[in-house]
């Protein structure tokens, strides 16, 4: 059976995989067209430097389109600064660019913040759909989020919540992704109503390396919708025509028909979605799940994407990295994890030890601290259930592009912390007397350089150790992904400082490192 290739319409490549090498992954299962977010390129590298991007990556054996982010996912004032009009509007005008979103802040749009209407109406009027990200949003929420102009949402974890979008007109994507594999049951509750809509389409939304090493892209979620009980051709138009149509593109890919471009799957059979081959524009790169074709090799360093960190020894005091002491009688507040990603706000009263909160006497509580690259300012806190077993680790994998610092021992924080820097970007867990492990991130501090092997080691092996630290949940990379993001209960650290997401209170603003001494 010869079938369009998959078209994956909500992609980050920046999950410690590249742009090229989560090409890598997605062809050899099928997926020949993906939409990139240009998040962290256009944040660490401004308008110019993520169309040198774009322009390095254009020569792939899959068809690459982008997502334009018209908003941050911080909150952070700096970071909302950056997202000019100019800037999202001179992005729009790009031919590569098939989208604009998405918009994790949606509450800003139902407030009728006019930087976020201007984004919405500028992406309306470059003739593109504005994409959404409405994760908890009522009914009536998202009743104005349509009515404002946005087009699509990809956050429904119920069959209730995907009713309620597809009612409201909008485009719904069921997600099968690592932090939230949703689709069997978003399927089997949606019923007869998969067969009759057509604003339906299959993402992974950003999976992890292993994830995608275990499961494939697309091919992956293709097999979940008929185990689930969708019909086979059902399923494929859900990953071909109704992405493309979604996205403005159905009369290049998404199709077999004159005109069309030649990304072609040749299958065993209409229900066997591991492709035998696969055909980009006209040419056999992959076979079996073997890439045939060489991928471009991109120097990432020559287009500026090598992070910039103050000297190690800026973050070497372990001063920095424990929390204050609470005044008499008073408590502190600690972001307690129930899950991956949500946390719940505890209180907690410790007593001193050398000055500051001693998180030994509340077991499974760690310190936390968020620092900018610069070594300019700290936001401290305190954390519970993660990893009680952690003496230190730091990481500039955050949604932030910050170092998010973690441990119970500031002298081992300090070490992973200076050892980051030292690498320019990446992982690094410690004790107080050595580095016990390090991953580089080369690229922007965010992404591993080379093959797409490479990032499934780094999660599998930071996986492996969380474990062994007393990790409970299933995905370590979006946990530390998410610390510093500011669209999830209940508190946060960002750049502004520890934030309570719902009520928008700052309950610890960020301390300037000049004023500590730091």
Not at 44 to 57: C, F, I
Not at 146 to 167: F, K, M, Q, V
Not at 179 to 201: F, H, K, S
Not at 239 to 247: G, H, I
């Amino acid at each position: 059976m010869v079938a369009p290739g998959y078209v994956e319409p909500h992609a980050h490549p920046w999950v410690l995989y590249s742009p090229v090498s989560l090409v890598e992954a997605a062809v050899r299962d099928g997926t020949t067209t993906l939409v990139l977010d240009n998040l962290f390129q256009f944040l660490g590298l401004g308008v110019a430097g993520h169309r040198a991007v774009v322009d390095a990556v254009a020569r792939m054996p899959a068809n690459l389109w982008w997502n334009v982010r018209t908003a941050t996912q911080t909150g952070s004032r700096e970071d909302e600064a950056r997202f000019t009009p100019a800037a999202i509007d001179e992005q729009l005008g790009w031919p590569e660019v098939a989208l604009g979103g998405e918009i994790t802040g949606w509450s800003g749009v139902t407030r009728g913040e006019p930087r976020l209407l201007h984004a919405i109406a500028a992406t309306r009027a470059s003739r593109r759909r504005a994409e959404g990200h409405a994760a908890g949003a009522s009914f009536d929420r998202l009743a104005g989020l349509a009515a404002a102009g946005i087009g699509s949402d990809h956050e429904a974890i119920t069959a209730t919540e995907a009713r309620a979008r597809i009612g409201l007109g909008l485009w719904t994507m069921l997600r099968q992704s690592s932090l939230r594999p949703d689709l069997r049951g978003l399927l089997e509750g949606l019923g007869g109503v998969v067969a009759t809509c057509r604003r339906l389409m299959l993402t992974t939304d950003g999976a992890t390396p292993a994830f995608y090493a275990r499961h494939g892209v697309l091919g992956g979620a293709l097999r979940v919708s008929v185990d689930a009980g969708v019909d086979p051709m059902r399923a494929l138009q859900m990953a071909t025509v109704d992405p493309a149509t979604f996205l403005g593109l159905d009369e290049e890919v998404g199709g077999i028909a004159p005109g069309r471009r030649a990304s072609l799957l040749l299958l065993r059979d209409r229900d066997a979605f591991a492709p035998e081959a696969v055909m980009v524009d006209g040419e056999i790169v992959a076979r079996d799940g073997r890439l045939l074709t060489g991928l471009p090799r991109v120097d990432w360093d020559a287009l500026g994407c090598r992070a910039a960190f103050a000297a190690p020894g800026r973050f070497a005091d372990p001063a920095l990295y424990a929390a204050p002491v609470a005044p008499a009688g008073a408590t502190l507040p600690a972001m307690a994890y129930e899950s991956t990603v949500i946390t719940r706000r505890r209180d907690v009263a410790l007593p001193a030890r050398d000055g500051r909160a001693d998180v030994a006497a509340e077991p499974g509580l760690l310190h936390a601290a968020l620092l900018d690259r610069r070594g300019a300012w700290v936001v401290r806190g305190l954390v519970a259930g993660l990893r009680p077993g952690l003496d230190g680790l730091a990481t500039s994998f955050t949604t932030s592009m910050r170092l998010l610092v973690l441990g119970r021992e500031p002298r081992a924080m300090a070490r992973a912390a200076a050892r980051v820097a030292e690498l320019r970007g990446g992982i690094a867990i410690a004790t107080a007397d050595d580095v016990t492990w390090e991953a580089p991130l080369p690229v922007l501090g965010m992404i591993a350089d080379g093959p797409f092997a490479g990032a499934v080691a780094i999660e599998e092996e930071l996986g492996r150790r969380a474990h062994a630290a007393g990790y409970r949940f299933h995905d370590i990379l979006y946990t530390l992904l998410f610390a510093s993001a500011d669209f999830l209960p209940d508190l946060r650290l960002t750049p502004d400082g520890l934030l309570d997401v719902k009520s928008g209170e700052v309950l610890s603003p960020p301390v300037r490192l000049a004023e500590t001494g730091g």
